[in-house]
């Protein structure tokens, strides 16, 4: 590996400056992304075509002195698969035209078939590990399994989830029945992204900060520790690190560190030196600039930055990465500032 900055990170093992990625780092915000996902027709197709998908993930490499690439997917692959119809619509997002809706429903759900209904997947990270010739590690990932229900459920995004919460509240069997076939799929799902040549996983918790305390421990956190549990991680230095991410789960971060996995992903909502106090040395940290800071000027980011890596302090076990995922506005020349910020402060351990 040429670049081992980031898996070193993960673990805890010493590294000669802070790695940094950004979620969503291959997207509208580049031009040439933009080209290509013309070129696919849309983006679903720009999913599903292996050499596609190689294509856009790599061109954030080729612009930015990056130090993990991640897969080019969607999260909502596995409910796809399972035959939901899934549609995306620029301006409307993701929609399925049969979503999840009675108890008959539920008991029709199957896990897929990793190397068939969701080969596609698997092809484009066989594609990318070669193309990326040892070059920075590739990142796998999956939707948490209460994340990927309440699409299913809804039908698509939703402001209050007023259909998984019903759900939820008045047959939490019923529910618990969809999330177990969910976390299973998800387990295979990332265990094929493993055996296909991912070097990491992350696990992105969406929607679990609409919950409370109770429910996120029953409806999300469980799920999430099944899956842990269940993932082909190895041992020494081939193990494959596991990045839980639960986007406003601040409150919840000594549960989650319990799970075993080896990282957290934080939101902008917590000080990242706070939560390192919280967790001590039980994991790594990833994160956490807001997203929107790209907007501002250079030397705002700059001092951002600086910030971030002043609160974390010394030592290894920090990944650097947005709160959330880069949106479409961002000027890209503010993401080099930001990585070259991220490399030229860690290395000189100065601030």
């Not at 950004?22 to 999913?47: H, I, S, V, W």
């Not at 909502?76 to 993701?94: C, F, H, K, Q, R």
């Not at 484009?124 to 209460?146: C, D, H």
Request: hydrophobic fraction near 40%; charged fraction near 25%.
């Amino acid at each position: 590996m040429k670049n081992s900055r980031f898996l070193n990170a993960l673990l805890r093992k010493p590294v000669d400056a802070t790695p940094v990625w950004m979620m969503r780092q291959a997207g509208r915000y580049l031009p040439e992304y933009r080209a290509t996902r013309e070129k696919a027709g849309d983006f679903l197709t720009l999913c599903k075509t292996p050499e596609l998908a190689c294509e856009v993930t790599l061109q954030p490499l080729d612009r930015y002195a990056l130090d993990a690439a991640i897969l080019f997917s969607d999260i909502l692959t596995i409910p796809d698969a399972m035959g939901l119809g899934l549609s995306v619509n620029e301006g409307i997002g993701p929609r399925f035209e049969r979503p999840v809706k009675t108890e008959q429903d539920i008991k029709n759900l199957a896990v897929p078939d990793m190397e068939d209904e969701l080969g596609y997947v698997m092809n484009a990270v066989r594609l990318i590990r070669s193309e990326l010739n040892g070059r920075v590690p590739l990142i796998g990932f999956s939707g948490s399994p209460w994340t990927l229900a309440t699409y299913m459920i809804e039908g698509g995004s939703s402001k209050d989830f007023r259909e998984t919460k019903t759900l939820m509240y008045q047959q939490p069997d019923l529910l618990h029945q969809l999330l177990e076939t969910v976390a299973h799929s998800v387990t295979d799902y990332l265990n094929a992204q493993i055996a296909a040549g991912v070097q990491a996983v992350m696990i992105f918790d969406t929607w679990g900060g609409v919950l409370t305390t109770r429910d996120y421990a029953s409806f999300s956190l469980r799920y999430m520790q099944q899956i842990v549990d269940g993932l082909n991680k190895g041992n020494g230095d081939d193990r494959i690190p596991v990045i839980l991410f639960t986007k406003g789960g601040g409150l919840w971060l000594e549960q989650m560190a319990d799970t075993g996995c080896d990282a957290l992903g934080l939101d902008w909502s917590i000080e990242i030196g706070e939560a390192r106090k919280r967790v001590g040395d039980k994991v790594a940290l990833q994160g956490n600039m807001d997203p929107a800071m790209l907007r501002a000027p250079n030397e705002r980011i700059r001092e951002e930055v600086k910030h971030i890596l002043n609160s974390y302090g010394e030592g290894s076990g920090h990944i650097f990465n947005l709160g959330h995922g880069i949106t479409p506005d961002i000027d890209p020349a503010k993401v080099e500032v930001y990585v070259d910020a991220v490399h030229e402060f860690s290395r000189r351990g100065c601030c």
